[in-house]
């Protein structure tokens, strides 16, 4: 998290919550904005741009106030960051607003500051109304009319209200599924299986997000028939390869624009600090705090040398303690608003209320060659989206794979060999079912691991509503084989008509 003050005749001063090294690249990315900027202009009669850097090693509104109040006494013309924090975020957007210094933001939009009237905070993120608009867009193209939202912060609900609000004057449905205090996800993710709903809407982090799909592998989650929608804007920091499959339909956002000519450049700078500073790389792509660094300090010089055109522009000394304003702020805000250039993030553009527009959230999915776009959604114009994603036969999906069978001894569909004594694993049954499961795995390429149920029967229902037996290992996708190369969600069930009866037989009054 970075707070980076400009002043038009070179210094730069930022203050750094992210950590000197293995961090996020904000203090990088500051450093090749600057650089660049150098190299590329005349700035023989200014002086060259630098950058003062100051830490904020915690995330107070009292010692935000002390800081920015310093910092207003030596003079500067705005500030940009930091990426988190929303404490010292709001004091510097008061303080900012006060003095009518410009503030540019790049930490998500606080859904319940109070803007100044007459001054704006100028937003570099999408905003929350965007992100639920894109999902709203995603949902109707997956035709998803009945999906869930897991959320893993409380204000999740009002990060994305529009979303909500959509839901509640459609006839389509969404369920809300809140992370308790453990964090762990198994709870509310056993609930959205037992309520078939195959839509699932992810608002967290790249770490829970993370969590959140491996828990999903575990209960067998993730497969063909979910879909699972990524809200966050850094989905391409989620380690995917770790937990799933080309074959799972996962998708999120990216404002990363790959094309610009500065990119490639700017991941490697990244990877060479965390190869130098870090025992491996703490992220799995580019964080977007530090590109929106890097953009941001590309429009606020484009700003200022836009402004300097028409009037000499000089960061003046400003009192906490006084009622004076600095003289260009609403001008070089007016400046920046009309900033239009090509960054890291895509097209930078700002609306008469400070927000990003014009732009475009680059629609990602998971891919055998890792992430592939399958669409864009713009800003002005909605989804757009390929004509025809790839369909999946779902057979396809047991090409390779290994599927841990459950069954029970019965004349003639499972049986042990006369000399099964003799023999190991699977060899050591017959019958119709074991020939069939032979004639299934042969045709659709899947291998599979046969073995008895623990308890030796098919199934009864408690009640404390769980079962036992074959449907109990089932409902709980527990596989006990022994053998490590086992997935616990590839669980099958063998059985014949008399199974299904004994089982209806079993059920309660109420049909459950």
Not at 19 to 40: Q, V, Y
Not at 161 to 178: A, C, R
Not at 285 to 314: C, H, I, K
Request: overall charge negative; glycine content about 6%; aromatic content about 8%.
């Amino acid at each position: 998290q970075v707070l980076v003050l400009i002043n038009p005749y070179a210094a730069f001063t930022a203050i750094l919550d992210d950590p000197m090294e293995c961090s996020r690249g904000e203090r990088l990315a500051i450093t090749l904005a600057k650089n660049n900027i150098n190299r590329s202009t005349n700035r023989s009669t200014t002086g060259k741009l630098e950058v003062d850097i100051f830490e904020l090693l915690k995330d107070s509104e009292y010692e935000m106030v002390e800081t920015m109040c310093q910092i207003m006494l030596k003079g500067v013309v705005a500030v940009l960051g930091p990426s988190a924090s929303p404490a010292s975020n709001s004091i510097i957007s008061d303080i900012c607003g006060e003095k009518e210094v410009p503030y540019v933001k790049v930490a998500p939009e606080d859904i319940l500051k109070v803007q100044f009237p007459r001054f704006t905070t100028l937003d570099l993120r999408p905003t929350n109304t965007d992100i639920s608009l894109a999902v709203a867009g995603l949902l109707t193209f997956f035709n998803g009319t009945t999906a869930c939202l897991i959320c893993a912060q409380a204000d999740c609900l009002l990060n994305l209200e529009q979303l909500l609000s959509q839901f509640l004057i459609s006839k389509e449905t969404l369920s809300v599924h809140m992370l308790d205090d453990c964090n762990d996800p198994t709870p509310l993710l056993k609930e959205i299986r037992d309520d078939k709903t195959a839509t699932i809407i992810v608002d967290a982090n790249a770490t829970m997000s993370h969590i959140i799909l491996e828990r999903a592998s575990e209960l067998g989650m993730l497969s063909v028939y979910y879909t699972y929608i990524f809200t966050s804007l850094e989905f391409s920091l989620l380690r995917l390869d770790d937990v799933v499959d080309h074959r799972v339909n996962i998708v999120g956002f990216s404002v990363f624009n790959k094309t610009h000519p500065f990119f490639q450049d700017f991941t490697l700078s990244l990877n060479r600090s965390w190869q130098e500073n870090c025992d491996h790389a703490p992220f799995a792509g580019t964080p977007l705090s530090s590109a929106l660094l890097f953009d941001a300090v590309y429009a606020v010089v484009a700003a200022v040398q836009e402004l300097n055109r028409s009037q000499n522009v000089g960061a003046t000394q400003l009192s906490c303690k006084s009622s004076k304003i600095w003289e260009h702020g609403t001008s070089l805000m007016n400046y920046l608003r009309m900033v239009e250039l090509e960054g890291l993030t895509g097209h930078i553009e700002f609306n008469s209320r400070g927000q990003r527009s014009n732009y475009e959230l680059r629609i990602m999915q998971n891919s055998r060659d890792g992430l592939r776009q399958i669409g864009l959604w713009h800003s002005e114009d909605g989804l757009s989206m390929e004509r025809k994603l790839p369909s999946i036969n779902v057979t396809d999906t047991l090409f390779n794979t290994t599927l841990a069978i459950t069954t029970i001894l019965e004349n003639p569909y499972v049986m042990l060999r006369p000399n099964h004594q003799e023999l190991e694993g699977n060899d050591r049954y017959e019958g119709f079912c074991v020939d069939l499961l032979k004639e299934l795995a042969d045709t659709l390429k899947f291998k599979y691991r046969i073995r008895l149920v623990g308890d030796g029967q098919y199934g009864v229902a408690g009640a404390n509503g769980t079962w036992t037996g074959m449907v109990g290992e089932l409902i709980s996708r527990v596989c006990r084989t022994g053998e490590k190369n086992t997935s616990p969600h590839k669980t099958g069930y063998f059985g014949n008509m008399r199974d299904n009866n004994q089982i209806n037989n079993n059920r309660g009054h109420d049909g459950s």
